[in-house]
């Protein structure tokens, strides 16, 4: 090998070098995607089938419909702890809404189908537009501001239903939730849909620029002109609302509405998110890097159940990975900062 050439390969290699450390936060949940895929084909005949990735869509659906605000949320440097009980109220309110069978226990307020879904996403809107004055008019720490607000949530869906556990949904909800279309289930189109969306108006359009803009650097997105307090209030509002839609679909979905029922799904939004690859420093990441966290945390949970793991073991497991993706997350910020000095 010649000398030019010597050269010209140790440039090409101290060129990939850089371009892999800048581009690990996307690469690692690949790698891990692949590898659980891999393990638990061979681990479990039963895993590697169609039926089983509707399993796993299906299982996703809902976690992914929550999924989307959130990313709006932490692109912009925030977070939004009041995702799981605003689900949870909005889907105890669709059912509040809607006339219930003799036995359910419940003083509730019987309307129509549109009317009870129409008051329902204003609910989780107002809950969001609360969390969004409460960030950027009077200054509380989105941290601070959304856990205020799960108690909030919470205390709301309590007093709605009191303990007990009503039934039906509007039955636009109900086909949403539990029906299905050309054997695809309908909850699955709608998360597919919510998704493409997400990705649309933050890829192609001059609002999706901005939350980006104010993730990366909310100074100079201010120096810019922006109306900083005006994009991170609509993220939030966004984030309410996707939480509200998936909570109503989650509830027709399970088939009941009660209490805590979503409670879960605030750490599974966020693992999504995060492990997919999205910063938590804002500026990084989108609903594509959602998606891929949405199987990887799909087929873990799904796979484990194929391979009949203690169930306690399989929380360990979930927050060891979601550990490992913090680390990366974390890492891949300070190699983002080294870089630029």
């Not at 979503?262 to 609903?287: C, E, H, K, M, Q």
């Not at 891929?292 to 793991?309: E, Q």
Request: aromatic share 8%; hydrophobic share 55%; net charge neutral.
């Amino acid at each position: 090998m010649s000398s030019e050439t010597a050269l010209a390969a140790g440039q090409r290699a101290r060129g990939v070098a850089p371009f892999l450390r800048s581009q690990m936060r996307n690469i690692a949940p690949f790698l891990t995607l692949i590898f659980l895929s891999a393990f638990f084909a061979f681990a479990s005949p039963s895993f590697a089938t169609l039926d089983n990735l509707g399993n796993i869509l299906t299982q996703v659906s809902v976690t992914g419909i929550i999924a989307v605000g959130l990313t709006f949320v932490i692109l912009c440097a925030e977070i939004d702890l009041s995702i799981a009980s605003i689900a949870n109220v909005t889907g105890i309110a669709v059912a509040y809404f809607t006339l219930q069978e003799s036995y359910v226990n419940i003083a509730n307020i019987p309307l129509p189908g549109a009317v009870a879904i129409i008051l329902s996403i204003l609910l989780c809107g107002l809950l969001g537009l609360v969390n969004a004055l409460g960030l950027t008019v009077i200054g509380i720490p989105s941290f601070i501001m959304t856990l205020a607000m799960m108690q909030i949530a919470a205390g709301i869906s309590a007093l709605l239903v009191r303990g007990q556990i009503a039934y039906k949904v509007p039955s636009l909800i109900t086909t949403l939730g539990s029906g299905s279309v050309g054997g695809i289930p309908w909850i699955v189109i709608v998360a597919a849909i919510m998704l493409l969306g997400g990705h649309l108006v933050l890829t192609y359009t001059r609002f999706g620029r901005y939350v980006y803009m104010v993730g990366g650097n909310r100074e100079a997105a201010e120096y810019a002109g922006l109306n900083v307090k005006l994009i991170l209030g609509s993220v939030m509002v966004i984030s309410a609302v996707c939480s509200g839609i998936g909570g109503m679909l989650g509830v027709a979905h399970f088939g009941s509405a009660q209490q805590n029922e979503f409670d879960t799904y605030l750490l599974d939004s966020i693992a999504a998110v995060v492990v997919g690859g999205t910063s938590l420093f804002g500026g990084r990441g989108g609903i594509g890097n959602t998606i891929v966290g949405l199987f990887v945390l799909g087929v873990l949970n799904n796979g484990l159940d194929h391979v009949n793991i203690d169930s306690f073991l399989k929380i360990l497991i979930r927050g060891l990975i979601l550990l490992a993706a913090l680390v990366i997350n974390v890492y891949a910020q300070r190699l983002r900062e080294k870089a630029a000095e």
